[in-house]
């Protein structure tokens, strides 16, 4: 069974929903977004999310619906580049964590045992490092 969640928003004007600073009215507000935000993730237990917008005046539907798109693929591009800026920190991290270990192992008759506990310490750290 399919549940429907309905997130009403409430506008006197059009210009409401985009951002002051686009005259192209591509851009939504950011207020709107983060209100759309909260309500979808407050009830994101929905399998379907119907937006109903009240407005005091008509409202182009399709406009809207090109400027909440445009905001969901900037924001799919932004958590791309985050995942692969992780991605690459952590596979250093890990390179960092064995080449540490790594020496601890190799200098570990040539160096007193306190010293080479903190290397390796050292490299264990960086290879548990999850950011």
């Known amino acids: 069974m399919s549940e429907t969640y309905e997130i009403c928003l409430r506008i006197h004007h059009e210009s409401e929903l985009y951002?002051?600073?686009?005259?192209?009215?591509?851009?939504?507000?950011?207020?709107?977004?983060?209100?759309?935000?909260?309500?979808?993730?407050?009830?994101?237990?929905?399998?379907?999310?119907?937006?109903?917008?009240?407005?005091?005046?008509?409202i182009d539907r399709d406009q809207l619906l090109e400027a909440i798109q445009r905001h969901i693929e900037f924001q799919r591009t932004q958590l791309g580049r985050e995942v692969r800026k992780n991605s690459l920190k952590q596979f250093w991290m890990l390179v960092l964590g064995f080449l540490f270990f790594g020496f601890s192992l190799y200098m570990g008759s040539r160096i007193p045992a306190f010293p080479k506990e903190i290397i390796s310490t050292i490299g264990a750290m960086y290879m548990s490092i999850e950011n």
């Open 19 to 58: 951002s002051p600073y686009d005259g192209s009215r591509r851009t939504l507000h950011p207020k709107v977004i983060e209100y759309l935000y909260y309500r979808y993730m407050e009830n994101s237990g929905h399998d379907k999310h119907l937006l109903h917008v009240t407005s005091d005046e008509p």
